[in-house]
């Protein structure tokens, strides 16, 4: 996810359908515990033009057609969710200014962010909103502004949506005028069509013919398929059931038992953030033998175990998952293209370079033993199932882990919205499932962390960050002086 400005792209080519991961995402919309937004926080020196944001926001959505699509149903049962061009697109729906209340200051700023978060999207509109907020107090008590950016997981992973940032921000004041921008929108293909072309059959997967279409063959079956599931309610109970078993044999087992300081599960959230001295967490990786995500991962769980500590609770492993990147399709940077890996993380070592040592090597075991393949035969089966069953069962998964954590590259040179400059980026990631997801922006010079807290398993959200903070502390005082 490098938030570089790259130049002499026109518009960005966006898939016409999801795939499993995005289909699974999006269709977990109906279980609130299981929603999935991504909300970027970007702080600014000043108060931009405001026609200035409108403009650029309307070239961006111009520039990415996925900001002017809302998701349509599989027309198939067990296919991929589509995306279709909302006929009644208006960018004025989807932009906001707001007054921050108060003293306007970073308390203010996160309750507002966690209310925006918090807020369903409408499906029957693109999945995204901008906030332009006024009335922050910057340095030196000057007025500073912010900028939100809400958008579903389901559109696009953190490297896409990086991607699309640099339609919205620029390295100039005002933005250079060269960006060539596209013309209208291209007609749109048939959407059930493009729904087929992408929808895999299992077992065996489907391949598409030349051309990109499945064959009469195979799209004669699906519809056949689908006839007799209307036609025979009892075949297709037995054939979920038949499918669970086979989910039930692949899903993964527990790497460890879940924290029971940690054990309930909520809707409510909580927001944190804090500031990091990126080259001191580098120098103190590069002292313990290990990666920066090595050290970052053992800084978090520095802050677990001291918060298990405060409360009196006994500290073992504790569950948790980091995203796997992979390929994105050549020339196609939207939806979700991550694996996730599971380890069981040393909580109970309070020896920062040893921790930072044994995050290293249960990393690495876990990368090996990960086979993507599964993945998406998974994914696939999952969404055969009805959604009650898919909430469920991904709701399960995600409880297992008690700690979410993500590490991203961010901004490597100065950007702006409008005319006004971006002082620091956050991101927030939800946590579907888990008590803690933690999000580290990585700058040029300094890393952003985003935190997002289910509140019913971290019942002192102000007792977390401070725990959060020595934890880093702790991590941080291993590197050469």
């Not at 349509?72 to 991929?80: Q, R, V």
């Not at 971006?422 to 990631?429: L, P, Q, S, Y």
Request: include cysteine; charged fraction near 20%.
């Amino acid at each position: 996810m490098t938030l570089s400005l790259p130049s002499g792209i026109d518009a960005v080519p966006c898939p016409d359908s999801m795939n499993p991961l995005d289909t699974l995402m999006w269709r977990c919309q109906s279980e609130p515990l299981l929603r999935a937004p991504l909300t970027i926080l970007l702080l600014l020196d000043r108060v931009p033009d405001w026609d200035q944001v409108k403009s650029d926001h309307a070239r961006a959505a111009r520039v990415v057609p996925r900001l002017r699509q809302r998701p349509t149903s599989p027309s198939l049962l067990g296919g991929n969710c589509g995306w279709e061009e909302d006929p009644e697109f208006d960018i004025g729906r989807h932009m906001r200014r707001l007054r921050l209340p108060g003293a306007g200051g970073q308390a203010e700023l996160l309750e507002l962010t966690r209310h925006v978060t918090a807020a369903p999207f409408d499906d029957r509109r693109p999945l995204w909103e901008s906030i332009l907020v006024e009335g922050l107090t910057g340095e030196d008590d000057r007025q500073a502004a912010a900028w939100i950016l809400r958008i579903h997981h389901c559109v696009a992973d953190g490297r896409a949506i990086s991607f699309w940032l640099t339609r919205f921000l620029s390295r100039t004041c005002p933005p250079q005028p060269s960006r060539a921008e596209p013309g209208p929108p291209p007609a749109q293909r048939h959407r059930h069509l493009a729904v087929l072309t992408e929808a895999p059959v299992i077992p065996p997967p489907a391949q598409p013919e030349a051309g990109g279409l499945l064959s009469g063959r195979m799209l004669r079956r699906s519809a056949l398929g689908a006839a007799r599931t209307a036609r025979r309610p009892l075949d297709t109970a037995l054939d979920t059931a038949r499918t669970l078993r086979t989910v039930g044999g692949m899903a993964p087992l527990p790497v460890c038992k879940p924290s029971p300081l940690l054990r309930r599960r909520g809707t409510e959230r909580r927001l944190g953030m804090m500031n990091l001295p990126i080259d001191r967490l580098r120098a103190a990786a590069r002292a313990a033998g290990c990666a920066p995500s090595d050290a970052y991962l053992a800084a978090l769980l520095g802050g677990l175990r001291l918060y298990h500590t405060e409360h009196g609770a006994s500290t073992g492993d504790l569950p948790l998952a980091v995203p796997l990147p992979l390929p994105h399709r050549p020339g196609a940077p939207g939806g979700n293209r991550i694996a996730g890996l599971r380890l069981a993380g040393p909580l109970n070592e309070p020896d920062p370079r040893r921790r930072m040592a044994a995050v290293r090597d249960r990393t690495a075991r876990a990368r090996d033993a990960f086979t993507p393949g599964g993945l998406d035969l998974l994914l696939t089966l999952l969404n055969r199932l009805p959604t009650p069953v898919v909430t469920d069962l991904v709701g399960r998964l995600g409880r297992s882990h008690d700690l979410q954590a993500s590490q991203v590259s961010g901004f490597q040179r100065p950007v702006r919205l409008a005319d006004a400059a971006v002082t620091d980026a956050h991101c927030f990631g939800p946590a579907p499932g888990c008590a803690v997801m933690a999000i580290l922006v990585v700058h040029r010079n300094r890393g952003s962390l985003g935190v997002t807290l289910d509140t019913a398993a971290v019942t002192d959200p102000a007792g977390f960050m401070q725990a959060l903070e020595e934890g880093f502390r702790e991590v941080l005082a291993t590197a050469p002086q």
